[in-house]
């Protein structure tokens, strides 16, 4: 199904070389894309911090050993 005007593609798993049906979603503008990325890297970082947060608490553990 073709687009419409002013609709935008976005990868849910961020690869643009990905065009699996499944992967794909359909935005109605551009802004809408970019509030959703913004979104998206905000929460992705959030969780690479509790990661790395995580990991340090193991590492301060190891040390205490």
């Excluded at 935005?27 to 890297?41: A, K």
Aim: charged share 30%.
């Amino acid at each position: 199904m073709p687009l419409l005007t002013g609709e935008v593609v976005h990868q849910r798993d961020g690869d643009s070389t990905n065009t699996v049906r499944e992967n794909l979603m359909a935005l109605i503008s551009q802004p809408l894309h970019t509030h959703l990325e913004v979104h998206l890297c905000r929460a992705h970082r959030a969780r690479a911090d509790a990661r790395a947060h995580v990991g340090q608490k193991d590492r301060l553990k190891e040390s205490k050993v």
